[in-house]
């Protein structure tokens, strides 16, 4: 078990590499290459997990898969890592949007969901414990809308829904009732 920094592009290219290969930048430091892109790409997400926690992928489709961090190609800094297309057995049509770790599945947690036109649901996190490899269903998405944001929650936060024209909608994350992997969820 080992702490691992996890790089996603923008592209979907995704890459882990070990926290003890870097080190600590000194006074005047100019730092040090964490992954390479192509021109039109860039680095997106990078955070730290451990190599026993999990990752679910959340497609715009409203579908879950999930790796264990070890699954994923341990690479070096230099290096731009290995396409998440050949990693999770997704459809064509379908990309991933979110993602979170999990460390554990309990059952005080929530994964949050919210899609382009603005529906939301709340789903317990202990029901994404034991997903297949040709994904599990994690919101129903209605025509003309698709998944854009999951997040883990403790089911006490306060959410806040920005829309395209800059408005925010604020409300209490009980007001939001849990519901069922299938479910579709409510109006945000």
């Given amino acids: 078990q080992e702490d691992m920094v996890v790089t996603i592009s923008h592209g979907g290219y995704i890459k882990r590499f070990p926290v003890s290969g870097f080190r600590k930048q000194g006074r005047g ?3 040090s290459q964490g992954a390479s892109t192509k021109e039109e790409d860039w680095i997106e997400h990078l955070f730290v997990a451990s190599t026993h926690d999990y990752i679910l992928f959340f497609t715009n489709k409203g579908r879950c898969y999930w790796l264990k961090v070890y699954q994923i190609p341990q690479l070096g800094r230099g290096t731009r890592g290995k396409a998440l297309v050949n990693l999770i057995e997704r459809s064509a049509e379908e990309k991933v949007c979110a ?15 919210c899609t382009k036109n603005g529906t939301v649901k709340k789903t317990a996190l202990s029901d994404f414990s034991n997903p297949r490899s040709s994904g599990i269903i994690a919101i129903n998405i209605e025509e003309n809308d698709e998944l854009i944001a999951a ?19 604020r409300f209490v994350e009980t007001d939001a009732r849990p519901m069922g992997r299938s479910a579709t969820g409510v109006r945000g």
């Fill in 29 to 31: 430091g100019r730092g």
């Fill in 151 to 169: 997040a883990i929650t403790n089911g006490s936060n306060e959410v806040i829904i920005g829309t395209s024209e800059g408005k925010a909608v």
């Fill in 99 to 113: 993602f979170v770790t999990v460390k554990e599945f309990a059952e005080d947690k929530y994964v949050l969901m």
